[in-house]
């Protein structure tokens, strides 16, 4: 299936983690929700601004979060506008919410900032000197990790407010993801996935597994659950799903005609969503 979801590109594409819909950006400034079977439109949201970079649903699948400029906003299953944030000081890139509580990190230069629905001012800041463009939380929430515009990952320890951070990628660090329980983060940066080994001591001094399989920059990373399935999707337009547990051990891959912006696995693991820069979503069947 295939769906025409935003006219001028598709920026981010989210699964409602109940399975019955998911929704879209894009830079056309609208948000739109689709049934998940049929793949037509139920809902368009105004996000408030010209471009939507990305939106994401609560772990319960309650609230919808957009972040589009400067601001983030949150509806309710029925599309009530439930939250407006106070404006961020710079364009808010990344927003991803907590895997089990109802909090949402929203990264932009200047760092990574924690919201509470419940809360208009955020409860916490972690501040750096940088512009961070993309976030995601580790399963257990004691973590988030942030790619850099200056080619580093960070990685935040929620607890305390510290920060590690790694370097050495030839390109800005657009897409990241975690294992299902936390040990293996996936990274861009470059034309390879390039998969850490987060247990014991971390992987600081570590050295990392490289997954060739694109011929330009990594723009999007997925694991599916529970068997950590990796796909990884580039500006080549190729889609690459790999199985980490085996090393580098190709499990598929498929050509598609646009750079790929966006890969989501559906909540069951049953179908992968591509996101195309031009602004189609497409659902491929899962491998076997």
């Not at 949150?74 to 939250?83: N, S």
């Not at 990685?155 to 657009?174: E, T």
């Not at 940066?189 to 060739?212: I, Q, V």
Request: with cysteine.
């Amino acid at each position: 299936m295939q769906v025409r979801a935003h006219a001028h590109g598709l920026t981010s594409v989210a699964c409602d983690p109940l399975g019955d819909a998911v929704a879209s950006c894009g830079q056309d400034g609208v948000v739109r929700i689709w049934d998940s079977n049929s793949g037509a439109c139920m809902r368009e949201l105004e996000c408030g601004a010209m471009w939507a970079e990305r939106v994401g649903w609560s772990s319960d699948g309650a609230l919808l979060a957009c972040a589009a400029g400067r601001a983030v906003r949150l509806w309710d299953r029925e599309g009530r506008l439930v939250r407006e944030f106070p404006k961020h000081r710079a364009t808010v890139t990344d927003i991803q919410w907590h895997p089990t509580d109802r909090l949402l990190c929203s990264t932009s230069y200047g760092g990574v900032t924690l919201l509470n629905p419940d809360e208009e001012a955020p409860p916490r800041v972690f501040s750096w000197q940088g512009s961070s463009l993309v976030a995601r939380w580790s399963p257990s929430g004691r973590y988030i990790a942030t790619g850099e515009q200056d080619s580093t990952v960070h990685f935040w320890v929620v607890s305390s407010g510290k920060d590690l951070q790694m370097s050495g990628y030839p390109m800005k660090v657009r897409a990241l993801a975690w294992s299902t329980k936390g040990r293996l983060l996936a990274t861009g940066g470059g034309n390879e996935a390039t998969l850490w080994d987060c247990s014991g001591r971390g992987p600081a001094g570590s050295k990392p597994l490289s997954l060739p399989g694109h011929e330009q920059q990594v723009t999007a990373l997925d694991f599916r659950r529970p068997d950590d399935l990796l796909v990884s999707g580039g500006e080549d337009g190729r889609v690459v799903v790999w199985n980490p547990a085996k090393g580098k051990k190709l499990v598929g891959a498929v050509q598609t005609p646009q750079p790929v912006s966006q890969l989501v696995w559906s909540a069951d693991g049953q179908a992968l969503l591509v996101g195309a820069a031009g602004g189609e979503v497409r659902v491929v069947g899962a491998p076997s």
